[in-house]
């Protein structure tokens, strides 16, 4: 059975990434160039070249001797002549190294800056928009013929190849005299000749008693398939089957409404925007109910735009939500014993992302974390605002 993982980079692997803590580990982000003259022109490459001087550089900070830097690095440099990594870009590249574990790397659809960090931690702050606030939900494409259900954010859609969504056709479910069924109270042959497809009579009733079984036992698969999540489930249907699977369903985050149309005759990225453009409003709702708290609390001690409490407040694990400003990038270092912060002006030495690291802290005390450009922070021109549990 397929382990249904939303996005490129399966969640369990994230928080790996997010709670790494080993000595002089690097991190890199990129973009890929997807364009046929960038790939061509070999711009993926030579931007990799530049993040891997650039490592080489920080690394040199850590008095590390020449040779064990390019001894460390060289998983990433041979990443320069992987011939079939840039033949299929995606939007972006991920990179993560240390010494222990190795190299591990990711093409994501995010286009990232270039980005090369190096310290006691991964950088995982351009990975948020991955996993918080631009959705999760399930996309089942749904007619008579087939059945296929798909997995979706902003930026992933995959169908889930699972065996157990079963039946696959409407004549898997009911019998495969069905069509056989159909054609003859349709033309008349039927022993009950009141009957038709299209209007009252035991026809019609068939064919929805028979459609209310198939819908069943589709429900059935699902609720078990989909236990363990509490995703919408976007139906994609001809709006005639979308009341009739409503009366069976019984998975407690149905979409109120369908993707109209037949779902046989749209290829995966029509699905997608199709399905985003339907459930993706229900995401900025929360974020919205956050903001309007963060205002309504103004002024109080259940908010905060002051780095130094905010940074405590996150390791202590009192943030409900936090909002990280994609234009500001803060380093230095925060003590936790003496709880000293000491901000630096830029990436040097022994310091650390503090917003990387605030927003690691409430993610994994079970808070909110929205990345937002300045000019939707509740209080602009900081770069992390708070809203506090009590």
């Known amino acids: 059975m397929k382990d249904l993982q939303i996005y490129p980079i399966p969640k369990p692997t994230f928080e790996t990434l997010m709670k790494h803590q080993k000595a002089h580990s690097v991190t890199v982000y990129m973009p890929m160039f997807k364009g046929g003259k960038e790939q061509n022109e070999g711009m993926g490459q030579a931007v990799l070249k530049e993040c891997i001087r650039e490592a080489r550089e920080l690394l040199k900070a850590y008095q590390i001797h020449e040779n064990e830097i390019k001894d ?10 992987d011939i079939e990594l840039w033949r299929n870009p995606a939007e972006g590249l991920a990179i993560f190294l240390d010494k222990e574990n190795g190299m591990e790397f990711y093409k994501l659809p995010i286009a990232f800056d270039k980005q090369v960090y190096v310290a006691n931690n991964f950088y995982v702050q351009p990975l948020f928009p991955l996993f918080y606030g ?3 939900y399930y996309l089942l494409a749904l007619s008579q013929d087939y059945v296929k259900l798909y997995q979706g954010s ?3 859609f995959e169908e889930v190849v699972d065996k157990e969504i079963t ?4 004549e898997e479910a009911v019998g495969y ?4 069924k159909q054609m003859q109270v349709r033309s008349g042959h039927s022993a009950h000749r009141t009957g038709s497809f299209h209007g009252y009579g035991e026809g019609k009733d068939d064919e929805k008693k028979e459609l209310l079984s198939y819908f069943r036992q589709i429900d059935a698969e699902l609720l078990k398939r989909l236990k363990n999540t509490s995703a919408p489930l976007v139906i994609a249907c001809v709006d005639k089957l979308y009341p009739l699977y409503g009366q069976v369903n019984t998975y407690p985050k149905l979409y109120k409404k369908n993707v109209s149309g037949d779902p046989e005759f749209k290829d995966e990225v029509a699905l997608h925007k199709d399905s985003w453009e339907l459930v993706g409003g229900e995401f900025s709702k929360i974020k919205k109910e956050k903001m309007d708290q963060f205002t309504e609390h ?14 405590r407040a996150a390791v202590d694990g009192k943030i409900d939500t936090l909002f990280v400003n994609n234009d500001e990038a803060v380093f230095g270092t925060y003590n936790l014993t003496t709880q000293c912060l000491i901000i630096d002006e830029t990436k040097e030495g022994q310091n650390v992302s503090l917003t990387n690291m605030a927003a690691v802290k409430t993610i994994m005390n079970k808070g909110h974390v929205f990345m937002v450009e300045n000019s939707e922070m509740p209080v602009k021109n900081k770069s992390l605002n708070a809203l506090m549990r009590f």
């Open 298 to 311: 103004y002024h109080t001690t259940k908010t905060s735009y002051q780095l130094s409490e905010i940074i």
């Open 154 to 156: 902003r930026y992933y």
């Open 177 to 180: 005299d069905y069509k056989e």
């Open 167 to 170: 039946p696959k056709r409407l």
């Open 134 to 136: 631009d959705g999760r």
């Open 72 to 81: 460390y690095l060289r998983p990433i440099q041979e990443l320069v002549s």
